[in-house]
């Protein structure tokens, strides 16, 4: 089993940039995909940025394109979300993500993903 750790969110103003870390402990190896989704009231989950384990492919979603980038570090078994220009259509609660599926494509659904981080808050003033 795998248990993953959110940290990171906060309030920040329009413009502002902040990062995003999650850390994965347990029976990690068999990780093939992690990725970062957020969640707005009222609203479905979605798809932010998913990141292959072993060779570093990555996706972002078009809405964020341009702004977020997501990273990871293996000896540390840690995923990163780091957001720059941020608006305040951004606010939203963000979670990780990981699965152990060797998929050749990024699963945009979150019943993709088998474990599942507490999540962390971000929100943006304008």
């Known amino acids: 089993q795998v248990q993953l750790q959110a940290s990171g969110g906060g309030l920040v103003q329009a413009g502002d940039s902040l990062r995003l870390s999650c850390t994965a402990s347990?029976?990690?190896?068999?990780?093939?995909?992690m990725a970062w989704f957020r969640q707005a009231p009222g609203r479905e989950r979605e798809l932010v940025a998913a990141?292959?384990?072993?060779?570093?492919?990555?996706h972002i979603d078009e809405s964020v394109k341009g702004r977020f980038t997501i990273s990871r570090d293996n000896s540390k078994n840690m995923v990163y979300l780091q957001m720059g220009s941020l608006k305040p259509e951004d606010t939203a609660g963000y979670y990780c993500?990981?699965?152990?599926?060797?998929?050749?494509?990024?699963?945009?659904?979150?019943?993709?993903?088998?474990?599942w981080g507490q999540g962390t808050q971000v929100t943006v003033s304008s």
């Open positions: 993500a990981a699965d152990r599926v060797r998929r050749m494509y990024f699963a945009r659904m979150s019943s993709s993903y088998e474990y």
């Open positions: 347990g029976r990690t190896g068999n990780i093939y995909t």
């Open positions: 990141i292959k384990w072993l060779n570093d492919n990555t």
